[in-house]
């Protein structure tokens, strides 16, 4: 008997010593083993930027490896299916992104339901889009480039990460507003198509900030205009889409999902983490760097956010009648 309490003491003792968070004897012991995070497009896209960086953090802040899986494909549905499949034990997680908000409008014959399957966690950050170009295309303002794509048409091709992508739905919107004359081109991911607007293959990306920020400040792209109401922090300097085009509006953002009926411990545990994250001064500035604005709060809080922007990017692809590829 004396051994079994003596086992229970240094249990007790050495579980005190981890790097848990409040909650309980079930949060505590989560994450037990490796935990995937699926990110739905290639490498070195944004989607793929931000699973790094709160991959890294809940690695140590939970004391168990958090792997970054990319599974491109579908905009991101190849992903999103594999985590829905998944054991709902937190083991696997979805970076969750803007592109998954236009998948219900988008593909008709989906084998899930994003707000049914999906378990919101946490929402990490908001970032802009960003109008940028090839620096061979002569346009240097919002209102140059929306009067040479009409004076040239069929001449400037759209990059982005895929049909339905967060970089081709903000590309829609400013074609539907502005009558601009844009060909769309689809990429599998954003990562490839930043590689061709580099290389003159395509003359313009509404292109999510955490991906494209370092080739602005190197020269290598032109921004045009930022695509969020407020300009970015980050480009001071850069106007909004919206100081040209009253009411334009359009970011890019992203968070954690699980599972349906992943364990309320696991998912409270999580949320902790991010939003510790999302409080620490170095996260914050390495995500300010990026153009990111943090998004601490609920699971309830992130999942009225996917909503709302569901309701959003589904009005735009039946209103421009976007198909899936």
Known sequence: MNRTRRRLLNLALATAALPVLTGSAGAQTYPARPVRIIVGFAAGGGVDIVARLMGQWLAEQLGQPFTVENRPGANGNIGTETVIR????????????????????????????????????????????????????????????????????????MASGGNGAPEHLAGELFKLMTGANM???????????????????????????????EHIRAGRLRALAVTTATRAQALPDVPTVGD????????????????????????????????AGLADPRMRARFAELGGVVLPGSPADFGKIIVDESEKWGKVIRTANIKAE
């Open 244 to 275: 040209f085009v009253s009411g334009y509006e359009a970011s890019q953002w992203y968070g954690v999902g699980a599972p349906r009926d992943t364990p309320s411990e696991a998912v409270d545990r999580l949320n902790r983490a991010i939003n």
């Open 183 to 213: 060909l769309h081109v689809p990429y599998r991911g954003a990562a490839p198509a930043l590689t061709d607007l580099l290389a003159g293959q395509v003359q313009v990306m509404f292109a999510a900030m955490p991906a494209s920020i």
């Open 86 to 157: 998944s054991a709902a034990d937190g083991y696997t997680l979805l970076l969750v992104n803007a592109a998954n908000a236009g998948s219900a409008a988008l593909y008709g014959n989906l084998s899930f339901n994003f707000i049914r399957d999906i378990a919101p966690v946490g929402a990490i950050i908001r970032v802009p889009q960003i109008v940028v170009v090839n620096p061979l295309l002569p346009s240097k303002t919002i209102a140059e480039f929306i009067a040479y794509s009409k004076a040239n048409p069929g001449k400037i091709n």
